[in-house]
């Protein structure tokens, strides 16, 4: 059965990146352009992994995660985040409160390979 994936990113350019960074991996993606809609799909439909960005407008990363661990408490995600937080308060705080790891962009295949393999438990060729 294919893995489905929802990629919550509210910058329009990273979109055919996604595209491309998961097609090798034949995972069907899902986009949302800000927390509230993530959390509007996840509500929706149960995914094998979310990917929230930190940064997102009408619900940050942080608000967007925890409506989605209330709504779907197994919900794995993963964290984007630019690398311009040297701090990283928010991801740590994010990984703390149960997110599964976060990734910083620009995401690399090999990034993202060591990701998908520890979300899905088998590795991701």
Not at 10 to 37: S, T
Not at 48 to 58: A, G, I, Q, R, W
Not at 92 to 107: H, T
């Amino acid at each position: 059965m294919e893995k489905s994936v929802l990629v919550a990113d509210d910058e329009p350019g990273f979109k055919d990146m996604y595209a491309y960074l998961f097609q090798p991996f034949g995972i069907a993606v899902d986009y949302a352009a800000n927390g509230e809609e993530a959390l509007e799909r996840v509500k929706r439909k149960a995914y094998d992994l979310v990917f929230l960005d930190v940064h997102m407008p009408k619900l940050d990363g942080p608000g967007a995660f925890r409506g989605i661990r209330q709504a779907r408490p197994e919900q794995k995600v993963v964290v984007f985040s630019s690398n311009s937080d040297p701090d990283r308060v928010l991801e740590n705080q994010m990984i703390r409160e149960g997110a599964l790891d976060c990734l910083y962009k620009p995401v690399s295949l090999d990034d993202l390979r060591k990701i998908l393999s520890k979300a899905f438990g088998s590795p991701v060729l």
